[in-house]
């Protein structure tokens, strides 16, 4: 709900001071949230020429049916995006993750975000107030709070506390959900009924491996298969930066979060996809389909985790 306000408050302060610029629009979960840079993803755009301002709206613990939801709730509240940029996370379409927070209303459509107001507090209870209560919750607001690690290099141990540990699964079972790529699919459905250009991207992981049981290396091909048949099929832009070499070990805080450094990095190269998107350049960059690609893998994870690089 904070990141789908923020949403419309950009855009209604960008309204009131008839500024010329689209509103591009980022979804996805704390790989978005923490991997791109939306401020400094303006100035790049700028320095292309492109007159457009971002909305950075990844919600850390969500996937794609939350999105939905925050999504439906604000172009029901009349936002009008330029585009629409989706940053995809290894573990989007893993039914076995337990880091997926999914409501759990098979159907969103009757969903409907209620304001933040006295009124509702008294009127929805404990329930109106629980997400901030709860432990998860709290870190949530805390970590919005700050801004995150955009702003906090080098973070000391209270930020630390505050912001909490990211814990990532080594358990490499993996079974994809079709209902999860679904949502994915419904959040482009609103974009397409509304003629709003709609991309995804592959958030990139960290390339050191520290054991063969992690899960990022044993499923990439698998985890992103469903997601690019889908924007082959529809003529979707997708930009994969899970690419060896990409990125180095210093830019994560963990396995799947860009330290502030790394987000940067992201960033300037989301911008150059963006440009080449502006000039009608519909690039789909796919993992390779190749059957021998999960044994390099595996290969590649018994180097790095022997050598410790």
Request: charged content about 20%; proline content about 8%; hydrophobic content about 35%.
């Given at each position: 709900m904070l990141r789908a306000q923020t949403a419309l408050d950009r855009e209604h302060e960008s309204t009131a001071e008839a500024r010329n610029k689209g509103h591009i629009l980022l979804l996805g979960s704390s790989v978005v949230e923490r991997?791109?840079?939306?401020?400094?993803?303006?100035s790049s755009l700028a320095q292309h020429g492109l007159l457009y301002y971002t909305t950075n709206a990844g919600a850390g613990g969500f996937f794609a049916k939350a999105n939905l939801v925050m999504f439906r709730a604000m172009l029901e509240r009349g936002l009008h995006p330029a585009r629409v940029i989706y940053g995809i996370f290894l573990q989007e379409l893993n039914g076995k993750s337990a880091i997926h927070s999914n409501l759990s209303d098979e159907d969103t459509s009757s969903i409907k975000l209620k304001q933040k107001s006295l009124w509702n507090v008294i009127r929805y209870g404990p329930a109106a107030l629980s997400p901030m209560l709860d432990g998860s919750g709290i870190h949530i607001y805390l970590f919005a709070y700050n801004n995150a690690f955009r702003d906090v290099h080098d973070p000391n141990f209270f930020q630390r506390l505050s912001f909490g540990e990211n814990l990532f699964e080594k358990d490499s079972s993996y079974v994809m959900n079709p209902d999860y790529l679904r949502d994915l699919e419904e959040i482009y459905q609103l974009c397409k009924e509304r003629n709003i250009p709609f991309s995804f991207f592959n958030a990139p992981v960290r390339p050191k491996v520290v054991s063969l049981a992690d899960l990022p290396y044993l499923h990439r091909q698998e985890a992103y298969h469903a997601v690019e048949q889908f924007?082959?099929?529809?003529?979707?832009?997708?930009?994969?930066?899970d690419k060896p070499g990409a990125f180095e070990n210093e830019d994560f805080l963990d396995t799947y979060h860009l330290s502030p450094n790394g987000a940067r990095k992201l960033t300037e190269m989301l911008s150059n996809k963006i440009t080449d998107w502006q000039r009608?350049?519909?690039?789909?960059?796919?993992?390779?389909?190749?059957?021998?690609?999960?044994g390099a893998e595996v290969q590649d994870s018994?180097?790095?985790s022997v050598f410790h690089f």
């Open positions: 991997g791109v840079d939306d401020s400094y993803l303006d924007a082959l099929n529809e003529n979707i832009p997708i930009w994969n930066f009608g350049l519909i690039e789909q960059d796919v993992t390779s389909p190749s059957p021998y690609s999960r018994l180097v790095r």
